[in-house]
T-cell receptor, first 115, second 111 residues
Framework: DTGVSQNPRHKITKRGQNVTFRCDPI?????LYWYRQTLGQGPEFLTYFQNEAQLEKSRLLSDRFSAERPKGSFSTLEIQRTEQGDSAMYLC?????????????FGSGTRLTVV | AQSVSQHNHHVILSEAASLELGCNYS??????LFWYVQYPGQHLQLLLKYFSGDPLVKGIKGFEAEFIKSKFSFNLRKPSVQWSDTAEYFCAVNSGYALNFGKGTSLLVTP
């Protein structure tokens, strides 16, 4: 168990470009979450997958954002036509539930800077 | 909608001082409550969690939290802080599949 892995760790992009982040959850975890964290704020929920199904999306996830989890393993988060307001730390977390709620394991995040 | 309020945004303590960080939530149903810690340059880590049962929950590194249902509170405590406790602390409550986080409390422990 190597924890939740996120790549890249840092991404600087020009406004209007597309970016894609990857998250590899803990292998036996069937649930995967994306959060966004800006300076001085706690993490804000973006979306949630159970296996390959995207079950919940926050209103924060505009049409420019899309997330996938093919085959229920790793996940990608794509932001199209990036804006300066997208600059944030993007966090991935995973969990497993067998009849209970056990909390998440977070990755180290991908820091996005849009210039 | 659920919300989480952390009262103290910045706390500075000397080593060996006692710590209490406030957390209040607004939600009328059954809740699961969490405290996460983020050490400088590291990812969020779970300190402790409350699902049910004994309202006094013990976590890692000597931290504990008390769930007081009547006050909608889940305050974090530690009797004697160490310099290594310098970190950002986040209270969170579950909302369906998601966690709602407070804005965090930045704790600085001075030698």
């Amino acid at each position: 168990d190597t924890g939740v892995s996120q790549n890249p760790r840092h991404k600087i992009t020009k406004r209007g470009q597309n970016v894609t982040f990857r998250c590899d959850p803990i292998s036996e975890h069937n649930r995967l979450y994306w959060y966004r964290q800006t300076l001085g704020q706690g993490p804000e929920f973006l979306t949630y997958f159970q296996n390959e199904a995207q079950l919940e999306k926050s209103r924060l996830l505009s049409d420019r954002f899309s997330a996938e989890r093919p085959k229920g393993s790793f996940s990608t988060l794509e932001i199209q036509r990036t804006e300066q307001g997208d600059s944030a730390m993007y966090l991935c977390a995973s969990s497993i539930t067998t009849g209970g709620y056990y909390g998440y394991t977070f990755g180290s995040g991908t820091r996005l800077t849009v210039v | 909608a659920q919300s989480v309020s952390q009262h103290n945004h910045h706390v500075i303590l000397s080593e060996a001082a006692s710590l209490e960080l406030g957390c209040n939530y607004s939600y009328g149903g059954t809740v699961n409550l969490f405290w996460y810690v983020q050490y400088p340059g590291q990812h969020l880590q779970l300190l402790l969690k409350y699902f049910s049962g004994d309202p006094l929950v013990k976590g890692i590194k000597g931290f504990e939290a008390e769930f007081i249902k009547s006050k909608f509170s889940f305050n974090l405590r530690k009797p004697s802080v160490q310099w290594s406790d310098t970190a950002e602390y986040f209270c969170a409550v579950n909302s369906g599949y998601a966690l709602n986080f407070g804005k965090g409390t930045s704790l600085l422990v001075t030698p």
